[in-house]
Every structure is written in structure tokens, then in C-alpha cells.
């Protein structure tokens, strides 16, 4: 078997960073997010992530180990590491399976403008220039899919999940990487359309407010970061608010 003829989905250009193994559960990560792996699939062979990734078995490992800690995967011994659904699995009582309405999306965004306005603020303080090579990848794959109409569920998760890597907070990583599973990149609810945004419009607002969000942390601009992302999140809030009015208004009419 040629390894060439198919391209790895996991991967990705080397290159140093202080966690390695961080970058592998960020490539897994991404693949559950997007739909590659899905709840049941059984994850490569350690062989096959280490030469994907380019890394040791130990690597291998660390990672698989931090993916069992979020709740992502369970290991069978003798049968390999398989992905599982948030429920059966987690340290955060959070299931992305029950964020089904527009209600849930904005508690849930109330949470997330909290956390990662102060996420994006600690990564302009302390992203090394890796950090913030693969912020600008994420950006870039968000684009390029965007411009083709492929999927934008993996690189919007990959640009929350590059930001979160760059605090260099264990915690930060755990609880975006179990959040973005199924809420960040909003799988299972159409915001846009709920909110009566053609999709085109949506999704060019959503990168140029990504783009304020890594310039900021380019600069090393921590109160421009938060600021950014506050921005970001509320204005998703806001729209989404707006569409629970409407909604709300347009039953009310009916009943009466």
C-alpha cells in the first residue's frame, strides 16, 4: 500500500511548538468536528497518527490520553480507541446533544462570551509565533472552504481551538475542546437561517470578525482580543435573540 496515493486527513506541515501532543488532539479533534470521525468510529493506529503527524508513540499517546480526559474517545483494549457521544463521557455537565433550540444557543453563548473573551486576551499575551501560524491557517482554511462551499464546521472550530491552544492553559483546551464538539461550530441548529441571514452574508461577517480577532492577538493587543471576541460573540447572541423574538412574536400572532 502506498501511503502517498491518499493524503492523511491528520496531516498537517511540522512544525516545533511546546505540546505536541496538543497539535495531534487538535487534528482529532477537528476530524470529529467536521464529520470525519464520527460517534463509533474507531480512530487510526497509533502507527498511522505517528507517521501522519510525524511524532513519537509517546506523543501518540499523551494525546489519546487527553481525548479519553475530555470525555472524546474511550480506549478497548486489544480492539482500539473508538469516538463517543459527550453524554456517555464527560467531566463537564455540558452535552452538545441538548442544545437544540434557539433558548439553549443563547445561554450557552452567554457562557462562551465569558470564557473566550478572556481566552483571546490571554493568547495575545502569551501565543508564541507557531501559535499564531496555525490561528492564521484556520483563518485561511475558513476562507478557502467558505469561497468552494465546503465545510466551515472544522476550520471554525480549528480558529477557537488555535486560540484556546495559545493560552497554554490545560483547562482553557479541555473545556473549548468539549464545547466545540458540538456547539461552537453549530451543528445541529442552523443559526443563520434562523435568523433569517443568508448564509454568504453570515458566514463573510463571521470571518471578518475573525480576522479583527487575530490581528489583535498579532499585535499582542490583549484588551483588543477580548474586545474582538466579545464582539464576535455578541453579535451572534444578538442575531440569534433577535430571530427568538421574532419567533416568540410570529407563535403569539397565531395563538391569538
Known sequence: MDASDTPSPLMR?????QSLSQEV????????????????DKLPTESEIM??????????REAISRLQAGGLVETRHGIG????EQKKSSNINIDPATITTMRDLLALLELRISLET??????????SEEQLVEIRRA????????LSGGDTVGP?????????????NRYFIEIISHLGMGVIPRKRINTAELAHDPQASYLDRVQREHEDIYDAIARSDTEAARAAMRNHLTNSRERLRRAQQE???GHSGAAA
Open 247 to 249: 419567533a416568540e412574536s
Open 118 to 127: 478572556e481566552t483571546a486576551g490571554l493568547a495575545a499575551a502569551r501565543r
Open 156 to 168: 471554525d472550530f480549528r480558529f477557537h481551538f488555535a486560540i484556546a491552544n495559545a493560552t497554554g
Open 25 to 40: 488532539v487538535a487534528a482529532l479533534s477537528e476530524m470529529i468536528a467536521n464529520g470525519g470521525l464520527q460517534v463509533g
Open 51 to 60: 507517521q501522519a503527524q510525524g511524532v513519537s508513540r509517546t506523543v501518540v
Open 139 to 146: 483563518l485561511e482554511a475558513f476562507r478557502e472552504n467558505q
Open 13 to 17: 506541515p511540522r512544525r516545533k511548538t
Open 81 to 84: 480507541t473508538f469516538v463517543l
